[in-house]
T-cell receptor, first 115, second 112 residues
Framework: EAGVAQSPRYKIIEKRQSVAFWCNPISGHATLYWYQQILGQGPKLLIQFQNNGVVDDSQLPKDRFSAERLKGVDSTLKIQPAKLEDSAVYLC?????????????FGAGSRLTVL | AQSVSQHNHHVILSEAASLELGCNYSYGGTVNLFWYVQYPGQHLQLLLKYFSGDPLVKGIKGFEAEFIKSKFSFNLRKPSVQWSDTAEYFCAVSTNAGKSTFGDGTTLTVKP
C-alpha cells in the first residue's frame, strides 16, 4: 500500500512569513495526526482529526497555526506568521482506528527552518 | 494527561552486546504501549506494541519489550545488537481516547 505522503520535504522561510504543509494519508485511514518534532525531542501532537472533524487540538497554538482536513482525506497545516521557535520537523501520521489500539503510520516529515 | 520518560538519550554499544532501553509512563488509566524506530534517512515506523495479554511482546528484528504494570514501565530489549540497529528509538503511550504521547527518544549507536 502507498504510504503517508507529505510535501514539501524542506522549507526555509524568514520569521513572520507564512508556510503550508500538505499531507495525504493512507487510503481508508480515518484518523490523521500532525506532530511537531523539535530537534532532540520526541514528536508532540498538534492536532488529531477523525475524518474531517477535530478530535484534539489542545496543543495547537491557534494564534498562528491552523489545520484543516477537507473531505476527510488530505490535510493542510499552516503557520502564519512563523517564529524562530517553529523550526522543527512536521510529521503527519494516519491510523485506521481512532481510539485505543491505534498504530500510527508516519510520513517522511516536512523540515521547516525559520531564519 | 499522560507523559513518557526515556532514561537514556544516547547509548553506544558494540555489536553483539545486549540492549535494554528504559521507558516509564505516567497515566492512571488503561494504556496501549508502543516502541517506534527511526533508522537513518527513514520514516518513523512501528517496532512493537502491547495492547493486552502476555506482557512480554516480540517485535521485528529480534526486539522484545516487557510491560510491568506495577512499575509503569515498558522497557525494550535485544540480546545481541547489530550495526544495522543503529537508529533512534521512541517509546509511546496511547490512551483509549486515541491520543498518542511520545518520549524524547534514545539514539542507539552500534559500533561494528
Amino acid at each position: 500500500e502507498a504510504g503517508v505522503a507529505q510535501s514539501p520535504r524542506y522549507k526555509i522561510i524568514e520569521k513572520r512569513q507564512s508556510v503550508a504543509f500538505w499531507c495525504n494519508p493512507i487510503s481508508g485511514h480515518a484518523t490523521l495526526y500532525w506532530y511537531q518534532q523539535i530537534l532532540g525531542q520526541g514528536p508532540k501532537l498538534l492536532i488529531q482529526f477523525q475524518n474531517n472533524g477535530v478530535v484534539d487540538d489542545s496543543q495547537l497554538p491557534k494564534d498562528r497555526f491552523s489545520a484543516e482536513r477537507l473531505k476527510g482525506v488530505d490535510s493542510t497545516l499552516k503557520i502564519q506568521p512563523a517564529k524562530l521557535e517553529d523550526s522543527a520537523v512536521y510529521l503527519c501520521a494516519s491510523s485506521l482506528r481512532t481510539a485505543g489500539a491505534n498504530v500510527l503510520t508516519f510520513g517522511a516529515g516536512s523540515r521547516l527552518t525559520v531564519l | 494527561a499522560q507523559s513518557v520518560s526515556q532514561h537514556n538519550h544516547h547509548v553506544i554499544l558494540s555489536e553483539a552486546a545486549s540492549l535494554e532501553l528504559g521507558c516509564n509512563y505516567s497515566y492512571g488509566g488503561t494504556v496501549n504501549l508502543f516502541w517506534y524506530v527511526q533508522y537513518p534517512g527513514q520514516h518513523l515506523q512501528l517496532l512493537l506494541k502491547y495492547f493486552s495479554g502476555d506482557p512480554l511482546v516480540k517485535g521485528i528484528k529480534g526486539f522484545e519489550a516487557e510491560f510491568i504494570k506495577s512499575k509503569f514501565s515498558f522497557n525494550l530489549r535485544k540480546p545481541s545488537v547489530q550495526w544495522s540497529d543503529t537508529a533512534e528509538y521512541f517509546c509511546a503511550v496511547s490512551t483509549n481516547a486515541g491520543k498518542s504521547t511520545f518520549g524524547d527518544g534514545t539514539t542507539l549507536t552500534v559500533k561494528p
